[in-house]
């Protein structure tokens, strides 16, 4: 297994644009996590599921934020009317977990969006 | 909510051991507490977590007090290589819906 995968490793996008990211996570995890992170800053929490469910959104996922996990394998990330603000790098997280609780987390390289 | 609070720099020399301290409060009880390594241009790799009380692995230790208010990762005998940005993870709330959250990251500076 070569670990988790993002696409596409940088995004240049016009404001108002749509860009829609990729996460394949490691093939037996059945959990998935997406992060956004800021120069300087320690990554932001913006979204769990487990398997196919979306069980948290944090606040920071505002209504032109939605991701999605089909048939609980890959995950998309997609923003809609991208805003300056959104430049970033969105990280993606997976882990297996059998119950609740946190497990060592398996990060992507990241998706870097500069949005002009 | 939660908040975690770290240094934001330290500076050592190689061979030294390191001790990072995270302090947070309101966490969840019954989570683990979580150190990640982050190089540039990188995702964050797991170092260790714990509970409570000492963890020790390959790489680091951890200890957690009793009142779980905050967490030290100690790293021993630093090398060059360890020059990164240290993050702690930390849950708030419980179960499948607990939130993440990061510090805001320790930027160790390892000279020879």
């Known amino acids: 297994d070569t670990g988790v995968s993002q696409n596409p490793r940088h995004k240049i996008t016009k404001r108002g644009q749509n860009v829609t990211f990729r996460c394949d996570p490691i093939?037996?995890?059945?959990?998935l996590y997406w992060y956004r992170q800021t120069l300087g800053q320690g990554p932001e929490f913006l979204t769990y599921?487990?398997?196919?469910?979306?069980?948290?959104k944090s606040r920071l996922l505002s209504d032109r934020f939605s991701a999605e996990r089909p048939k609980g394998s890959f995950s998309t990330l997609e923003i809609q009317r991208t805003e300056q603000g959104d430049s970033a790098m969105y990280l993606c997280?997976?882990?297996?977990?059998?119950?609740?609780?946190?497990?060592?987390?398996?990060f992507g390289p990241g998706t870097r969006l500069t949005v002009t | 909510l939660a908040k975690t609070t770290q240094p934001i720099s330290m500076d050592s020399y190689e061979g030294q051991e390191v001790n990072i301290t995270c302090s947070h409060n309101?966490?969840?009880?019954?989570?683990?507490i979580t150190w990640y390594q982050q190089f540039p241009s990188q995702g964050p790799r797991f170092i260790i977590q714990?509970?409570?009380t000492k963890v020790t692995n390959e790489v680091a230790s951890l200890f957690i007090p009793a009142d779980r208010k905050s967490s030290t990762l100690s790293l021993p005998r630093v090398s060059l290589s360890d020059t990164a940005v240290y993050y702690c993870?930390?849950?708030?709330?419980?179960?499948?819906?607990?939130?993440?959250?990061f510090g805001q990251g320790t930027t160790l500076q390892v000279k020879p």
């Open positions: 997280a997976s882990s297996f977990g059998a119950s609740g609780g946190l497990y060592e987390q398996y």
């Open positions: 093939s037996e995890h059945n959990r």
């Open positions: 599921f487990q398997n196919e469910a979306q069980l948290e």
């Open positions: 309101n966490i969840a009880t019954n989570d683990y």
């Open positions: 714990g509970y409570k």
């Open positions: 993870l930390v849950v708030v709330g419980s179960g499948n819906t607990g939130k993440l959250i």
